[in-house]
């Protein structure tokens, strides 16, 4: 019959631990996820400020980078090493580096902590491409970065910092995730490049709040120069709409291209059918479809989608053409000197 665990002898360490995840050596609580029932050769136990223990083979160790060198002083194969780190911290770099596919399946780090009776649950078979929610565990997970980066720092695990950012891809994080994690790490070369991808419509002027918050109180300056990027083409997109639909500003004169359309087939051009003899409302039609192309993918020039978008919204090569001229000059007035990247 099985021994109750409170019955018991307290085992060393972690040697005997592992059979039992909630089992306690003193106040050390063992992670779950890291007490593999060891039967021969040198391990360590790698343990929190708030006494969680992790348990790992000495060569898995050495391998993320872990320092065992001046751990074992006496001939038992095992020997602890204390990490000034809390277990949260511990917990995402070992799991990012030995154990990723924990976090690919999960839908929170609510268990990162060692809970046995619930730890298993965060495993479901959960496909990212078609969970929404994913992009919260990649949220969850940041929100624990600047400790754990700083921790990685100190113990030297540099290879942390690259699984995290990989791990990120793998979790369909948003570029404003992907900019606030490397922010997070100084690292300007990425953040410029993912700031870049954060001007669609879908990113500009939208960074989720725990983001913002996370950019305020580790990196400040970061949230400052992509606030200031997004103002501008925030500013710019309005600017552009104003000029598509009521002042080009630019030395185009839209005055009276509907003569030759309102001649022709007798009736005028369909353009001009469709909006009841209005070439404003025409003209209306074509830059909300033209903005909407742009928008969508932070174009600064006239291109072939946004060509093909004015021509469906008029529906008359003619019009088409003298919309496109005019909108590509207003777009080389108002965007060509526009930033595409952030200004550190
Ligand atoms: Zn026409």
Redesign the pocket.
Known sequence: METPAQNRPLPRVASDLVQDPSLTLGPIVMHPWFSPILKSGEYITLLSTDQIGYVLISGTAKSIGINTRSAFKSDTPSAIIRWDASSDSITLILTTLLQPHRFLQSQSHSHLRPQPSESESVRTDTNPNSNPKFSSTAISLLKLLPEALAVSQTYKIPKFFLKFTSLLLQLHASPLILYTAYALARDTPNCKRYSSETLTEAHLGCIPKPLRRILQTHCPRYLIALDELHLKWVEAYEELQYCFTKNLKVNIKLEGY?SI?KK?FGRG????ISTNHSFTRLRQIAGEAALTVIKSNAYRFMCAEIEEAIHEA?R?E??AHRLINAFDAVMRHVMSDLRTTIAL
Do not use: S
């Open positions: 509907g359309c022709r051009c369909p353009a001009y008029t008359c003619t019009c």
